[in-house]
């Protein structure tokens, strides 16, 4: 079967259970409604191997070429039936990906079970009057809280209910006095993690550095402990909610653009719960979820007790402590997503695939100070276009100038606010542009042509190394550049594959090092070895260069707080370092990052204490004057 016609027959089924991306069915309503549907689903199951076809519920994918078989085997017993396995096969590579629920003390569980079956299902009826008993009590009010056994329980509890051993429910003698969450048996004193701050919290401040706190988004601070973040935005008049377990259980879980978990994961000593915490802060998040997490090695959490897979603190909290890859794996694993890292320990996972490709762009997209800015003495008029018409709107079309280097292209109406006023001036955008080559040179604008263009090749490059699935919808800025700089999306790819290569040989990142230090004379350049050079100068750089260093920025995340970053030429390897104050005489490092490319591995060091701060000697070699 093909996915056509897959996608057909999902599309006609109108029973089960109906999620925007997918249709649940039990076994014998598959067989009921879409014969052959279920005798594929059979065949696959055999085929692949699935566990001896021990599944009830199957899940076909709307949206992609996709079956999850899914095992409970109390479906018919269990009031809320808890999932044992989960085998989701993908149909176009005909592999299998096998989830293990049956030792989790919180494994995902199931409700309104009449959804699923047929109308004529011996046990229906039943399972309807299980569900009114719930909704009778308030239970589905927050359907987004009640996926995993332990919330259910917790929420049942706080209802004044108990479950009896076939999973019905009792009302309790005493009702439960509040919705305080119950700390786990181990004492661990979870309500001590959240600390007091006096400015935004690092993820924060990731949001704000690219515009996402600009009050044009709405946020969700899910877990936002005594909430000093939550009272900085909305003294900006920010749309922006919280909600803490401990600090804050009244608070509000609306759907909003931005979900913030900010060092949650780290926190919670429960394995399934921490995973659930995940799954429910995504499920929030319209446009993107900021996931931040502690990072560190081994010489610090051998200083604690081990506990579980993380450590006890000498405050009796919880900390799991990550790596760089492993907290980027664990993202991609639990929401099935590629998530994008922005700092240490900092990453963004998009719900919204349009926003995830402005946000990457935007990466590349670096606004140039163009030197050109002035008119030339030897061009001064064209045939509809005047000179003293230029002259009159002067500020008019500066303005339309400038935009059109930073596109390196002519602007598409949307593209430019003053659009209307262009072309009632000079009747089109291309009879304004053409006078203002003109007017200001091509040169200028050949230089803005050129530089868009390896922009864009360093952005498709990157997108291969982050190995992204490829996207169904392309904004329409991104379209209007491919046709313009590549003619069509193929040709794109390939030069961008052709790059991406490249610099996988030392030799090409040694001879691109070699001949930009000798075009700018910055930073330190040891011969066949490496080059360290001033943030600042990236920019400039040959996009085998810019490649080289996107690809660790890509394990690493952004580099905001980065001063210097050193090349190796022959190990594979990008160092980023970070001083305690750049503007002084003579910084002290404070942090070394190696990134190591053949490994995908982010190593960190952090100076201080018994580990003395090296100073930054000769740092007039990394001044950037204004490049030629």
Not at 138 to 155: H, Q
Not at 190 to 213: C, E, F, G, W
Not at 323 to 351: H, M, N, R, W
Request: with cysteine.
């Amino acid at each position: 079967m093909d996915y056509p016609k897959f996608h057909q027959l999902v599309g006609a089924l109108h029973l089960g259970k109906q999620l925007p991306d997918a249709v649940y069915l039990h076994k014998s309503l598959t067989s009921e409604t879409s014969p052959e549907l279920a005798i594929f689903t059979e065949d696959i199951a055999k085929t692949l191997n699935v566990d001896g076809g021990e599944w009830n519920i199957a899940k076909y994918f709307r949206r992609g070429f996709k079956i999850t078989l899914l095992n409970y085997p109390n479906f018919d017993t269990y009031a809320y039936p808890p999932l044992h396995q989960s085998f989701t096969i993908d149909l176009t590579k005909l592999s299998v990906r096998k989830a293990d629920y049956s030792s989790s003390d919180n494994p995902p569980i199931l409700h309104r079970k009449e959804t699923f079956v047929a109308e004529d299902y011996p046990l229906r009826s039943l399972f309807k009057a299980i569900t009114q008993e719930g909704e009778a009590i308030g239970l589905y009010e927050k359907p987004r809280s009640i996926g995993f056994r332990k919330s259910w329980n917790r929420l049942i509890n706080n209802k004044g209910h108990i479950l009896d051993e076939q999973g019905r429910l009792h009302k309790k003698e005493i009702l439960a006095q509040n919705n305080t969450p119950e700390i786990s048996g181990n004492g661990i004193d979870r309500h001590k993690t959240a600390i007091d701050r006096n400015k935004l919290s690092s993820p924060m401040q990731v949001l704000a550095r690219r515009s996402y706190l600009d009050g044009n988004y709405s946020i969700l601070d899910y877990g936002c402990g005594k909430g000093d973040d939550l009272r900085e935005l909305e003294a900006h008049g920010i749309d922006a909610t919280g909600w803490d377990p401990a600090h804050k259980p009244d608070g509000k879980l609306p759907e909003s653009d931005i979900v913030n978990l900010g060092y949650v994961l780290n926190v919670v000593e429960d394995i399934d719960e921490r995973r659930e915490t995940l799954i429910r802060a995504f499920g929030y998040a319209n446009k993107l979820l900021i996931v931040s997490v502690m990072i560190a090695g081994e010489s610090i959490i051998q200083q604690f007790t081990p506990y579980k897979d993380g450590v006890i603190t000498s405050r009796n909290t919880f900390q799991r402590y990550y790596t760089q890859s492993e907290i980027k794996t664990y993202l991609e694993d639990s929401l099935e997503e590629s998530p994008i890292a922005v700092g240490q320990g900092v990453f963004i996972v998009f719900k919204d695939k349009l926003e995830e490709q402005h946000f990457l762009l935007e990466r590349q997209h670096i606004r140039r100070n163009w030197r050109q800015l002035t008119e030339r003495e030897a061009r001064t008029q064209t045939k509809q276009v005047t000179k003293g018409l230029i002259d009159k709107h002067k500020e008019l079309f500066t303005h339309f100038w400038e935009t059109i280097l930073d596109l390196g292209r002519i602007p598409a109406n949307n593209e430019f606010e003053f659009s209307d006023r262009v072309r009632s001036v000079a009747s089109s955008h291309k009879k304004a542009f053409d006078a203002l080559v003109d007017y200001f040179g091509h040169e200028t604008f050949e230089q803005a042509r050129v530089a868009r263009r390896e922009d864009l090749l360093v952005y498709f490059a990157l997108d291969k190394f982050g190995r992204r699935k490829p996207y169904k919808q392309m904004p329409e800025e991104l379209k209007r550049d491919i046709k313009f700089f590549f003619d069509k999306y193929s040709n794109a790819n390939e030069e961008a594959m052709r790059l991406l290569f490249s610099v996988g040989n030392p030799k090409v990142i040694g001879e691109k090092a070699v001949q930009a230090y000798e075009k700018y004379n910055i930073g330190e350049l040891n011969q066949g070895h490496s080059w360290v050079i001033p943030k600042g100068l990236l920019q400039d750089l040959p996009p085998e260069l810019r490649v080289y260093v996107g690809c660790a920025c890509q394990l690493y995340g952004d580099l905001d707080e980065i001063h210097l970053i050193k090349i190796h030429f022959t190990s594979g390897k990008v160092s980023l370092m970070r001083y305690d104050d750049f503007e002084k005489e003579v910084p002290l490092l404070i942090q070394r990052i190696k990134i190591k490319l053949r490994e995908l591995h982010v190593d960190f060091f952090d100076y201080g204490g018994k580990f003395e701060p090296p100073p930054l000697l000769k740092k007039q070699i990394y001044n950037i004057v204004q490049l030629s």
